[in-house]
């Protein structure tokens, strides 16, 4: 699969709303796969189920930063 270059940056960097760096809670009802986020300041879960870092393993409840779209690690 080829990315373009400004495809790229937007998803290492994030949009141009300064929202590159966030912080989300994984849903209770997660279970495998791609999960599903809740963004600190928002109370319903969304559509678009996330990727992750291969360090990382998705739990429910989960405290997690995400940089550019992609999930780095559990806060704790």
Do not use: C, H, N, W
Not at 9 to 20: M, Q, T
Not at 55 to 76: E, F, L, N
Request: aromatic residues 10%; proline residues 5%; glycine residues 10%.
């Amino acid at each position: 699969m080829i990315i373009r270059q400004d495809e790229f940056k937007r998803l290492l960097f994030g949009d141009d709303s300064g929202k590159s760096i966030r912080y989300a809670t994984i849903p209770s009802d997660y279970v495998d796969g791609r999960p599903q986020l809740i963004f600190d300041g928002e109370s319903t879960k969304t559509i678009k189920r996330y990727p992750r870092l291969a360090s990382y393993t998705p739990v429910a409840g989960d405290r997690v930063q995400v940089i550019g779209g992609v999930i780095q690690d559990k806060i704790i």
